[in-house]
């Protein structure tokens, strides 16, 4: 049987992006050789601060041009504060997801046998958020009046669009069904009158649809205290592009940190590539370190195979690091003192132990 063959983009970016990418492709490699009956072709592109210095962007006008021909882009993290500001760092990140109509971000958030949660009783967690990842809040429509002056001002609009809102609520409606069947949107149409009350009225009209799944609603407040007072309800939770971001990284700390919280920014109509990197930054706290988790990394990556529809090799890398945590093997994050590369090791090595 011939190989199947997938082009890879791997856009490293910043800080420890470039770490915890580097680390995930011998995980890829480990597994690709263990499973076998597909390749995975590199190409990288190494966009971000350096070379923002040597040409004055952080990522070429053409980008988008240049990463569409591949399967799927892999992605470290980007953002450099202390040398340039994160809104320019950021751009190509989120003009990809905008222009490859990445519309749906999807975050899981399960609690791993043997991680402990910074929460008390967490119960059993197991939720997926679905961030709209393509308009909302992030639409950058805007402007600023004098912004220096003590009279100036800034405006920023959100925009909502009714085939946004449907779109990512089906999604949503999908997935539950493939799981628990219950569907929490996030909302705040108590105060946001016309965005959120549009997100409203499109949830009201499609649960008809959806008899199977039980779906509601709740504000974004009252959702941040339920997700630490009681996370075991939550299933799929939908949610805008902004409250979406804030959301998964409450998710990511009560199952145990940024530094196992994986994202997947996905096109579901495939009429572009989709993009997998953990849902955590370039953590300039711990740059240099060599000591930055690299298993959320890993399990994007994993969310990246099962996209390319390698479900056994997307397997094989979740049980790795179900018993790599299981059997105890932690970074500082997690209360261990392993690095990096002694982490991804302990994932290779069970990938190669495998049955
Ligand atoms: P961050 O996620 O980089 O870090 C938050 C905290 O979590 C830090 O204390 C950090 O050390 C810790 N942390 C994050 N990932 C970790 C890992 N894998 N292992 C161990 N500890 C980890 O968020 P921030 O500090 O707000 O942002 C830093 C930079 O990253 C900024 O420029 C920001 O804009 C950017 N950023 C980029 C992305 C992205 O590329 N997708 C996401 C978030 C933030
Ligand atoms: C994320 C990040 C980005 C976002 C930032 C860095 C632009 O926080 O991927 O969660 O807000 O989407
Ligand atoms: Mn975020």
Redesign the pocket.
């Known amino acids: 049987m011939s190989k199947k063959t997938y082009r890879i983009a791997l856009y490293p970016?910043d800080g420890?992006?470039i770490d915890?990418l580097n680390e995930t492709v011998r995980v890829l490699e480990a597994v690709q050789q263990r499973v076998g009956g597909f390749e995975l072709q590199y190409t990288r592109f190494d966009w971000g601060a350096d070379y923002h210095a040597a040409h004055g962007k952080t990522a070429p006008d053409d980008m988008l041009d240049q990463l569409r021909p591949f399967d799927a882009i892999y992605l470290g993290?980007?953002?450099?504060?202390k040398r340039l500001p994160?809104h320019i760092?950021?751009e190509p990140?989120i003009r990809m997801r905008q222009g490859f109509d990445q519309y749906a971000c999807v975050r899981p958030a399960r609690l791993w046998p043997g991680v402990r949660s910074p929460l008390a009783n967490p119960g059993e967690v197991d939720m997926i958020v679905i961030r709209e990842n393509s308009e909302g809040e992030y639409f950058s429509c805007g402007g600023s009046f004098k912004p220096a002056q003590p009279d100036g001002l800034a405006v920023q609009t959100a925009v909502h669009t009714r085939k946004g809102v449907e779109r990512i609520l089906r999604f949503g409606f999908d997935l539950a069904r493939t799981r628990r069947k219950t569907l929490t949107m996030i909302t705040k149409s108590n105060a946001l009158k016309f965005g959120m009350v549009l997100w409203d009225e499109v949830l009201e009209e499609l649960t008809p649809e959806y008899p199977d799944v039980r779906a509601d609603k709740m504000h974004v407040d009252a959702a941040s205290m339920d997700f630490v007072r009681r996370p075991s309800r939550f299933d799929v939770v939908v949610a805008s592009n902004l409250f979406g971001d804030i959301l998964t990284d409450l998710a990511g700390a009560i199952v145990g940190?940024?530094?196992l919280a994986a994202s997947a920014n996905i096109n579901p109509q495939r009429t572009a590539p989709s993009m997998f990197?953990?849902v955590?930054?370039?953590?300039?706290?711990?740059i240099g370190k060599g000591i930055?988790?690299p298993v959320?990394a890993i399990i994007s990556a994993a969310m990246m195979l099962d996209w390319l529809n390698l479900p056994a090799a997307a397997s094989a890398i979740r049980a790795a690091v179900e018993e790599t945590l299981r059997k105890g093997f932690r970074?500082p994050?997690l209360g261990g003192t392993l690095r990096t590369q002694q982490m991804a090791d302990a994932v290779i090595e069970q990938i190669r132990g495998q049955a």
């Open positions: 970016g420890i992006g915890v993290a980007l953002g450099d504060p994160d760092t950021l990140l940190g940024l530094g990197e953990p955590h930054g370039s953590a300039p706290d711990i930055a988790n959320a970074t994050d």
